[in-house]
């Protein structure tokens, strides 16, 4: 069963507009020359290095260390999922502060920017989406909508709408400060120093292994899982809800990245807390969100009612289900 519910209407555009194409991307020869931000490339290189070698180790370390490598991704993943998106930039629900301060600390082990840089970007990607003010513009390719857009300066567009945008939920919200306060810290402790010592100190795993499998192994696949849902479900998939738009519905990414990449639907419904038509269906994220509700810690959770989705997916659907 699932929780009750606020409802949310779905935001109506003027019939016969087409959304996302008021501001369209400079083409190429206009964008200002990318600016390209070495320290990221070199760190970025190298994670993704250490995490084929990690591969090698797999078979040499603990069956418990797979375990416990699995539920820190599922852990990590969740601080951004239900925490960063769904709770801090879109609002699609409320959390009491032990459940806000326990997204913080998972949200810290998946090393994403903190929380507020996060939100962010991510509200500016909505409002701009495929534009240059998006941060991660799909636009400019596969390459610079998963990962590129880390490795350069943002484009000056990016800042300049983004300061017209109202972001003092984020500012006031105290534990959101606490984990920008104390960032450098946490994410030493919560991605790195409690995913390796761990299985060292329960199962006696080396704390080579673990360092190489739970922290670095673990992290670059979620990263890659978070970046997905910018790269190949802005550019692949289904489109049931609104097909004038780029993000569509991809299934791989809603398994890699524990319930999110149904992204034409949540393109079209922003403000839904499942992020998706069908509530638990593949969607870890939103059993989390609804065990929380269980325990008095999540409320208000906005769900788009059926009618509106039904309505919408004859009115601007691809026909596909
Ligand atoms: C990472 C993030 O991987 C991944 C995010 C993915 C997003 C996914 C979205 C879709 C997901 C939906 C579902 C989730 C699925 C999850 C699945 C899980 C399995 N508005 O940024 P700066 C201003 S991080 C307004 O430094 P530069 C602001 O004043 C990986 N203003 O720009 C700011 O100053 P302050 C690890 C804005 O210098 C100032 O500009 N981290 C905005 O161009 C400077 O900002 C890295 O790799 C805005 N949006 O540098 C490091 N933005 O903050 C990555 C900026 O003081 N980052 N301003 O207020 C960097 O090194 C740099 O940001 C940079 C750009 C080099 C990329
Ligand atoms: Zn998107
Ligand atoms: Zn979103």
Redesign the pocket.
């Known amino acids: 069963r699932m929780a009750p519910r606020n409802v949310v209407e779905e935001p109506v555009p003027a019939q016969g507009s087409v959304p996302q194409e008021v501001e369209d991307s400079e083409p190429e020869f206009k964008r200002p020359p990318q600016r390209i ?1 070495w ?2 490339v070199v ?2 290189s190298s994670l993704h290095l250490a995490s084929l070698y990690a591969l090698t180790l797999i078979p040499r370390s603990h069956p418990l260390t797979w375990l416990w490598t699995m539920f820190y991704y599922i852990f990590s ?1 969740l601080g ?2 239900a925490g ?2 769904r709770l801090w930039a879109h609002k699609s629900y409320k959390a009491r502060a032990p459940l806000r301060f326990l997204l913080a600390l998972m949200n810290s082990a ?4 903190d929380i ?3 939100s ?6 909505h409002k701009y989406s495929e534009t240059d003010a998006d ?2 513009n799909a636009k400019r390719g596969f390459f610079f909508a998963h ?1 590129g ?6 484009h000056p567009d ?2 300049e ?3 017209g ?1 109202d ?1 003092s939920d984020l500012y006031a919200d105290k534990i959101i400060m606490f984990q920008r306060r104390f960032y450098r810290p946490l994410i030493l402790l919560m991605c790195f120093v409690v995913p390796t010592v761990v299985p060292w100190y329960f199962w006696g795993e080396s704390l080579w292994n673990a360092y190489f499998l739970s922290a670095l192994l673990r992290y670059c696949l ?2 890659n ?3 997905s ?2 790269s190949f479900a802005h550019l692949w998939g289904r489109k049931p809800y609104d097909k004038r738009i780029n993000p569509a519905e991809n299934i791989s990414v809603v398994l ?3 319930g ?2 149904f ?1 034409n639907f ?1 393109h079209t419904f922003p403000s839904d807390y499942a ?1 998706s038509e069908y509530g638990w269906h593949l969607n870890i994220t939103t059993v989390f969100i609804n065990c929380m509700y269980y325990l008095g810690q999540a409320y208000d959770m906005k769900k788009t009612p059926d009618r509106v989705v039904q309505m919408r997916k004859q009115r601007t659907g691809d026909g596909s289900s």
Request: hydrophobic fraction near 50%.
């Open positions: 931000v320290r990221n760190l970025m993943a951004i999922t960063a998106h998946a090393l994403q920017n507020l840089d996060w962010r970007d991510h509200r500016v990607h941060p991660h990962v857009w880390l490795l350069v300066k943002k990016v800042m709408k983004g300061k945008l972001f979620l990263l899982a978070t970046w849902v910018n890699s990245a524990v999110e990449g992204h949540h992020t």
